[in-house]
């Protein structure tokens, strides 16, 4: 089990200044910031990013949504910090994401669900290399 993952918090939660109280919420969890970017995705870069998802009815509305404004990425480091950090974002989907949670705390809908967080340990490294070269990561 590796003790990285991988964060985004996306185009709504940034538009909504929600980053400070969002960062807080996975300080106050645990989580320490080893690598952060204020960036923004190309649509190219956006539809790479979700590739896995290309398939899918909601890939072009996703891409779009998320290249519409700038994000923040961040790899955050703590004991069993995928399982852990999904626990503390909630369910995809806002309405069923559990009191507390970020999403259920920050989020508007399954789309604009405030933030992103890895599925595994292996997704947690290809998602980290995917905006950080090793010399930003401390
Ligand atoms: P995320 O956890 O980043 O992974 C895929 C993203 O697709 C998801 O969050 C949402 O932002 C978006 N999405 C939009 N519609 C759906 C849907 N019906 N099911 C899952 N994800 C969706």
Known sequence: ????????LKPDAV????IGPILAKMNEAG???VAMKYTRLTPERAGEFYSV?????????????????????????????VEDFRKL???????KAE?????????????ANAVHGSDSDENAA??????????ERF
């Open 99 to 111: 009191k507390g949670t970020i999403r259920n705390l920050f989020a508007k809908s399954i789309e």
């Open 15 to 18: 538009g909504n200044n929600y």
């Open 53 to 81: 998802h290309k398939e899918r009815p909601f890939y072009k509305d996703l891409v779009n949504y998320m290249s519409s404004g700038p994000i923040v990425a961040a790899i955050l480091e703590k004991d069993n910090a």
């Open 1 to 8: 089990m590796s003790n990285r993952t991988f964060t985004m």
């Open 89 to 95: 974002i909630g369910a995809t989907d806002p309405a």
């Open 31 to 33: 989580f320490r910031i």
């Open 126 to 135: 290809i998602e980290g290399n995917f905006f950080f070269s090793a010399f």
